[in-house]
């Protein structure tokens, strides 16, 4: 049996220790981590082959395999990414708004750690390096909780983040991990409201639905993606195809891939074509509507049977996670907002034109995490936003927004100076 109480208030201890810490001995254990990704590879790929065996006995779907996958590739990316997060500044004890007060106290903001986060994961194990660097650079502890598709690939790696801290001379309950696949561990952790300040759900719509539901801790969700690229009249259509390639094709599997294109009318006849033809060859099948599919009469037929198929009346609101696009064709600008506006789920939308007006139109008035001009939406991404790592996107407005590196895993407190000072 595990007692989540007993972990929760080392987890605590260990932040009141981390706070002693500074950042050189933080970004040893980092180092540290880095170099265990590096020297256990063979360990960590050995569990991650068992895991994924049994989800494959188990019928998960490619997908998801895909997502729970590690090879030599990306554990040397995730050890890029710690040392990443070593060489970034840290946030803790940063201050800002300073300012004297008419009756000379000197007020400052002061950057602190949240505190301790229950993290709720599923799927993609290298969640559980992100969460422990970026919890370690900013003197957070983590309580981490993986699916049981990963249990395997989670306790290998979490041997190495203890493993790490150890070697800094800090507390190994900075980073601890749920080694139970029962799922009332989970509704444990969503009470555990006198230890843990932060509940971080990644996984699908039910797991982000039973946290907010359940839970007596404040949730930050995100990371479901329904995400739109739209094409305006004015857009150059050579270069739009290979950023419609990569923001779908790239990694399909992964929450900032697009799911659906929206086109002008005006360029849909000339555009759709070559969409279906270029990503089709690549295993991409499609969802279209009506206005679609007319704007495909003439292209080969074989092609189009075989890869385009009406939408049905969920279709526009599915994150894919696969090798399927939705496509839609548009009457102009407003349409496409509007479209966004229903269907999109806040996370990341972007416009392909060269109006730019249109551009900041879409900038202004498209309601998502990250928006993009020109741009595939496979960036949104803590990494490739210079962040190192990311403990998740958020999608909602508070107390973040996008992908969650270093300052959003923060907080402040008011540090207020005076000479004795008393209110009058």
Not at 318 to 325: F, G, R
Request: glycine share 8%; aromatic share 4%.
């Amino acid at each position: 049996m595990i007692n989540l109480e007993k972990m929760g208030a080392a987890a605590q201890t260990a932040t009141l220790e981390m706070s002693r810490a500074n950042t050189d001995i933080k970004n040893v254990a980092l180092q540290a981590i880095a170099d265990g990704l590096v020297s256990s590879e063979k360990d960590i790929l050995t569990a991650n082959k068992r895991d994924a065996e049994a989800g494959r006995r188990h019928g998960l779907s490619n997908a998801l395999i895909d997502r729970l996958t590690l090879t030599s590739k990306s554990l040397l990316g995730m050890a890029a990414d710690v040392r990443s997060i070593a060489a970034l500044p840290d946030p803790i004890g940063e201050t800002f708004d300073e300012r004297v007060l008419p009756n000379g106290l000197r007020l400052r903001r002061q950057r602190v750690p949240i505190g301790v986060l229950g993290v709720i994961y599923e799927s993609r194990p290298n969640v559980t390096i992100d969460v422990s660097a970026l919890a370690v650079k900013t003197g957070n502890a983590a309580l981490l909780r993986g699916g049981s598709e990963t249990i395997h690939s989670n306790l290998a790696l979490v041997q190495i983040v203890q493993r790490a801290l150890q070697q800094a001379n800090l507390p190994q309950s900075v980073v601890q991990f749920i080694a139970d696949t029962d799922r009332k561990y989970v509704s444990e952790l969503l009470r555990l409201h006198d230890f843990v300040e932060m509940i971080i759900p990644r996984g699908g719509n039910s797991l982000h639905r039973f946290c907010r539901e359940n839970s007596s801790i404040p949730v930050l969700t995100g990371g479901i993606g329904v995400c739109h690229l739209y094409v305006d009249t004015s857009a150059d259509l050579a270069a739009a195809l290979p950023v419609i390639e990569n923001a779908k094709v790239q990694r399909p599997s992964v929450c900032n891939a697009l799911d659906t294109l929206l086109i002008n009318r005006s360029v849909a006849t000339e555009l759709l074509p070559q969409v279906v033809a270029r990503l089709g060859h690549l295993g991409v099948t499609f969802r279209a509507e009506p206005r679609t599919i007319s704007a495909l009469q003439g292209t080969t037929r074989n092609l189009v049977e075989s890869k385009v198929i009406p939408a049905g009346p969920d279709d526009f609101d599915t994150e894919w996670l696969s090798l399927v696009l939705s496509l839609k064709v548009v009457d102009d600008l407003d349409e496409a907002i509007d479209h966004i506006g229903t269907h999109g789920t806040s996370h990341s939308d972007g416009i392909l034109t060269e109006t730019d007006s249109h551009a900041q139109r879409f900038v202004n008035e498209v309601d998502a995490a990250a928006v993009y001009v020109n741009a595939s939406t496979r960036f949104t991404d803590g990494a490739q936003f210079g962040l190192g790592a990311e403990v998740a996107v958020s999608t909602q407005r508070l107390h973040a927004r996008g992908p969650m590196g270093l300052p959003e895993l923060t907080t402040y407190k008011w540090v207020v100076r005076g000479d004795y000072t008393t209110r009058s």
